[in-house]
């Protein structure tokens, strides 16, 4: 059985690798997808060296062209995780300090996920204008509204910029409960711990008559549903972290 460093060491080598592999797609002259591919490889690697058991449900729900995924934030494994579970090509729109990880960070950007400053509001115009883009192309954005990681599996409140993305966009959003990853790498840990790990991907929120109109109301509207996914974990005896 691997043990949680030698875990830990595979897993941060395997990151080192895969990140200089789609850094240097570009150089090799592979084509514009590749790097996307080697950090999709990425992420299902990850959580099989892991040995974390998923469960995922809903996933059935997601339409053929664009959406939006709005997600509780629980650990780095997030990413991966999501990476794993979903089929269909996604892309981040994270924080900007995701895209400052060494050689981690340009892999992402050069993957085609998107890195937005919170304290440069022209920045963040320019970077929700190509969002909006790229959703009605077609492509699955995902997003965590709480702005940061739990420490303890708590969902924080939801900012409203997923939610202006799917006015501009006119694609549904669809409310996303993840668990396990808290525990899995607790926030400011260094190794991996066994533990399942959950994925529901919940009924879709549009902005149709008869539901909240403004964002604020509409981002409330996604947190709770996925409060109530948490509660529904709990009753099973699953949750969360379990």
């Not at 060491?9 to 590749?34: E, K, M, W």
């Amino acid at each position: 059985m691997i043990t949680g460093a030698i875990r830990s060491v595979t897993i941060l080598l395997l990151t080192f690798a895969c990140s200089l592999a789609a850094n240097g797609c570009g150089a090799f002259g592979f084509p514009a997808h590749a790097p996307a591919k080697v950090m999709e490889w990425w992420g299902r690697c990850v959580i099989r060296i892991g040995g974390w058991r998923v469960r995922a449900e809903g996933l059935e729900r997601l339409p053929e062209g664009g959406a939006i995924l709005v997600s509780n934030h629980q650990s780095l494994l997030d990413i991966p995780l999501f990476l794993s579970v979903f089929r269909k090509e996604i892309k981040f729109l994270a924080k900007r300090e995701l895209g400052e990880i060494p050689l981690f960070g340009k892999a992402m950007a050069c993957a085609g996920n998107l890195f937005v400053d919170r304290e440069d509001p022209r920045d963040a115009v320019h970077v929700m204008r190509e969002a909006v883009r790229r959703i009605r192309k077609g492509q699955v954005v995902v997003i965590f509204p709480e702005g940061t990681r739990s420490a303890d599996g708590s969902i924080g409140e939801f900012k409203p910029g997923a939610f202006y993305l799917a006015q501009k966009a006119g694609v549904p959003v669809f409310p996303v409960y993840i668990d396990g990853g808290c525990s899995a790498l607790p926030k400011g840990a260094l190794l991996f711990r066994r533990a399942d790990l959950v994925v529901r991907v919940l009924e879709p929120l549009t902005f149709a008559a008869g539901l909240p109109l403004s964002k604020k109301e509409i981002a409330e509207d996604a947190r709770r549903r996925i409060l109530s996914a948490r509660t529904e974990e709990e009753a099973r005896g699953q949750g969360p972290g379990l």
